[in-house]
């Protein structure tokens, strides 16, 4: 047996016995070869990410210099390592083909003041190191994030990454040339969200879309004002919409679910339905926090972050996921969650698992997707973590 | 909330009126008639009387304090606990050229008052009375009744934020 | 009355009532004048400090691109304002004149990547807003605090700053041309610690000093290293030393305490005296922490921070602070604090206040210096803070 | 300790020499020959038995603790806890190029190591699994056995500070 163990048996605990004991141990005949020295050396990832892996964005609100996204494995409960992005990190960017991680960042010369300058990283997946950098106007939106702030057309082709200054607009990035394409002003409409490999839309103050197309070279081909689709003052949907196919699903303040379909002709509202009975609305029951939609696309399912509150708690994180059957439009399953939650994404795999964090917790939950149940906690993924990516 | 509405839109547009002309700014006029569309929203969290202030007073409250009554729709750290206080900035800050109006019940008079959250700039987080309270915010495409964005937008000091502060600009009749 | 507490009286609490009431009050008549419009305004300082005001330095540990200096009023609880100083921050350098506030401050063009750049920051100390940047070489030391990382010379004219590359040495700063002015080579010694209008020392890794005296134009006049002053390896001092007139006061390890008083001729080591009796030793009490010694000169009082551990406890925290007269070599009190502290510093006017601060937590205390009566606690002044400065 | 200075210094002399010959950097030679005079300390946190093992290994003990028996003088984020392990960097930082060297006892085998904690560099702090001990750690002044500089120091990536490591170099005889 070790002399390790046999100073712990000789000497249970106690600081300076130990350190008695220690001072002889140079001097004692030790059994089996030593430890090998070691080279200092850098971990790599595998070039096909799991589909359990995933990232974690942080604007990291009390020291805003230092966004940065996580990327963590939830089977193992580990930190797989991180990207630091600069000054009010909204998230990072993923094409399908996973050969690069786009990240729309902002940087002053001296930290919090000096000269801006705004810029898309690209970094390496595997290395998660910087490969390249692309220069864009430093108007980035300066936002609590969300994911429809930055998004990839459907071929990965074109990056669209909303401006506010407060003037409107979107900074197109050719992912082929990796340059800077242009700029289309959305004036009075905000934030992208994809509807095929050459089109976008923005979502209008008033509840209206603005519908834009896009040429070869990544300029405005047409740009369509639609219709009011929704009351943006009296029932005004969530940011936060997830996509399923060819329709965007929105949920309003108030529980109301509208789907907005889209084709080459334009998008238009199908048949909305309420996530709430009369008597979970008397209850109180509504949504509330940041990424507080999830779609589980194979079959179909809708997750909701959902508490009780007054009107006005839109924000506040629920103790609970409410599954519903987007074909069916009924509710199938009621996730009791550990901690609270303000955002939840659901992985897309055959045995898919939900994670959810709040801007108030450092830490990360991993549940099963399909039966809720409580699988670990990853502490310390960000100091306020606010939306999540699949990588 | 229909009714109250209506009987808010003459002096809404007013206002809106009022505000165009105020703003450095070109293109904000229009944005701002729809900012100032605002239903009076309870204020039940503003409302909440504070430790300190047994007496009733024209401006009840605790300006360090997340329930003050004007906070009633602000997002960040507040300015009274960094060096400044609810109508002005820290030491080294810069006021945000634009804003956003909201509308919080003073149960002080029973008046219900605009007020412009300022966020106060160039400088690194506060860090200090972090309080978030939604009363008529929206949603990011309805961006001046949007707490989400950082104010700083559009302000010399670009967007570096510190804090935010709360002031009146007007009553809403 | 008003019709607010007049709501409250009608309806305790609840929301909906509140709500109810709410939507009613805009056609009730009201009382008195309304509340004037105000303009936005900007916070400015009183041109003298009051000498209960401390800054607070704070390396952010978590998020070091966010460095910074939080100024805190001792009597009302309050903070004044803060600085924003940028990556792996140490802290704030005072002149005796009280007409600026001198910050060494570390920037990268990408945040925590591309190109560094090293700076002196000036402050405006009323307007607490940079006035003037002077441009040194990138080779400050990036090191955990402390308060021996930067200084003045005796009459505020050189400000030197200890540079660890890892090459040892100090850069010279003209505060009156605003100029860097050059670099003095320290091989082996380490830190600044003034001794005169043109002098200063540094301590040296075999237990001797490098004596330093400079030109008017703030270039080395003469370098001369000391004989060997104590042990370095047995029982190093620590590098918080504290100044009372032409002696810098160092403590060891063991609690030996070591003056080094200097004169023109150089620096020589006083009497030493333990802190703690042979009892106390055997009850295993120490210093530890990182400001962890303090000295008020009207009285010629030592403040030092003690706890009971074994060796290699040196940087952890106290609940006690035991304060020494340094003519007498007697320990006169015991302060018992309400929190663990790493770090103190006493003012020095006539109604002194002990502040405390330690590493691992965001707040800073507030104690009688005289009596250790424990006054007040002031939150969040930062997320690690280091140690603090008198304005 | 004096015996077992005297004990430890020719082997320590050995050290000092091999390591001055791998050092990137000419100045660091002379520095390591008083970096590498280390008197063997004891270990006691590191020496607590981690639950996780209960048979004595030769490497015994979490490399995810702070009580694992190699970090016995680490101060910062452990990279075992940041997409790395206790000898290597996590995915796009670099080990840093300088180092200080500690010695800390191996409960497994009973010996003694020298260990080099590397800095990994390049991003910002991992912010994991925070753990400090100071067995054996020296003032500012004593570069090369202080673990309060941001080893980073003199790396390509510069002075940004992710995570630690502890990496075996050589058996203190």
């Known amino acids: ?34 430890l090998a020295n070691e080279a200092a050396t850098l971990q790599t990832l595998p070039s096909q990410p ?37 000054y009010g990190y909204v998230g990072v960017v993923i094409p399908k083909d996973r050969q690069a991680i786009y990240s729309p960042e902002s940087y002053y010369s001296r930290g919090t003041r000096g000269v801006r300058a705004d810029v898309v990283t690209l970094y390496d997946p595997r290395r998660l190191s ?62 992208v969200y994809p509807t095929g490999p050459r089109s976008f839309f923005s979502i209008c103050g008033d509840g209206a879309l603005l519908e834009v197309s896009l040429d070869d070279t990544g300029h405005a081909a047409s740009i369509r004002r639609s219709a009011k689709l929704f009351d943006s003052q009296k029932d005004p949907v969530a940011e936060g919409g997830v996509r399923v196919g060819n329709t965007w699903w929105f949920t309003s303040f108030n529980g109301m679910v509208y789907p907005f379909e889209f084709t080459s002709q334009g998008v238009t509202v199908g048949q909305r339905w309420p996530l709430f009975s009369a008597p979970e609305q008397a209850q109180g029951w509504r ?10 696309r194979r079959s179909g399912l809708l997750y909701v972050v959902v508490h009780q ?76 973590p606010t939306f999540m990516v699949s990588p | 909330m229909k009714l109250l509405d ?45 430790r300190s202030s047994a007496e009733p007073k024209a401006d009840p409250g605790d300006p360090t304090q997340c329930d003050y009554w004007r906070y009633c729709a602000i997002d960040g750290f507040l300015c009274s606990c960094c060096g400044g206080s609810q109508h002005s900035c820290p030491p080294g ?30 400088k690194s987080s506060c860090g200090r009375c972090l309080c978030n309270r939604n009363e008529n915010d929206s949603p990011l495409y309805v961006p001046f009744r949007s707490n989400d964005y950082d104010w700083c937008a559009g302000s010399q000091s670009g967007i570096p934020y510190n804090c935010s502060i709360s002031r009146i600009i007007g009553v809403a009749k």
């Not at chain 1, 163990?5 to 001072?23: E, I, Q």
């Not at chain 1, 409960?77 to 992005?85: A, D, E, K, P, R």
């Not at chain 2, 002096?11 to 008639?33: I, Y």
Request: charged share 15%; with cysteine.
């Open chain 1, 1 to 34: 047996m070790s002399s390790g163990s046999l100073a712990r048996r000789l000497f249970p605990g106690g600081h300076l016995a130990a350190f008695a004991f220690a001072t002889l141990l140079p001097c004692m005949a030790v059994a089996g070869p030593p």
């Open chain 1, 50 to 86: 799991s589909p359990h892996w995933v990232w974690v964005n942080d604007i990291a609100f009390f020291n805003m210099p230092d966004g940065r996204a996580t990327l963590v494995d939830g089977d193992k409960g580990t930190v797989l390592g991180m990207l630091s992005t600069g």
């Open chain 1, 130 to 191: 910087p490969m390249q950098e692309v220069a864009i106007p430093p108007k980035r939106a300066a936002i609590l994030s969300t994911s429809s702030a930055a998004a990839l057309t459907d071929d990965d082709r074109f990056l669209l990454i909303y401006n506010f200054t407060p003037a409107q607009s979107v900074t197109v990035v050719d992912t082929r040339s990796r340059k800077f394409v242009g700029e289309i002003n959305t004036p009075g409409c905000a934030l």
């Open chain 1, 287 to 296: 949504t509330g926090g940041l990424q507080y939609l999830a779609a589980y």
């Open chain 1, 309 to 384: 509150g007054p009107l006005a708690t839109h924000k506040d994180p629920g103790k609970q996921v409410w599954v519903y059957d987007l074909k069916s439009q009924r509710r199938v399953q009621r996730i009791a969650l550990r901690h609270e939650a303000g955002s939840i994404l659901v992985t897309q795999d055959a045995s898919p698992l939900l994670f959810t964090c709040f801007l108030g917790s450092g830490a990360l939950q991993v549940y099963d997707a399909r039966t809720g149940r409580y699988l670990r906690t990853v502490e310390s993924v960000g100091q306020t």
């Open chain 2, 6 to 50: 209506s009987l808010c839109e003459r002096s809404a547009r007013q206002l809106a009126r009022r505000l165009s002309r105020r703003s450095v700014l070109g293109n904000l006029g229009a944005m701002l008639v729809g900012a100032s569309l605002v239903p009076l929203l309870p204020v039940a969290r503003g409302a909440q009387p504070h």
């Open chain 2, 93 to 122: 800050t810069e006021p945000s050229r634009i804003t956003w109006i909201g509308t919080c019940h003073n149960p002080g008079d029973g008046r219900d008052y605009i007020v412009s959250y300022n966020d106060c700039c160039g």
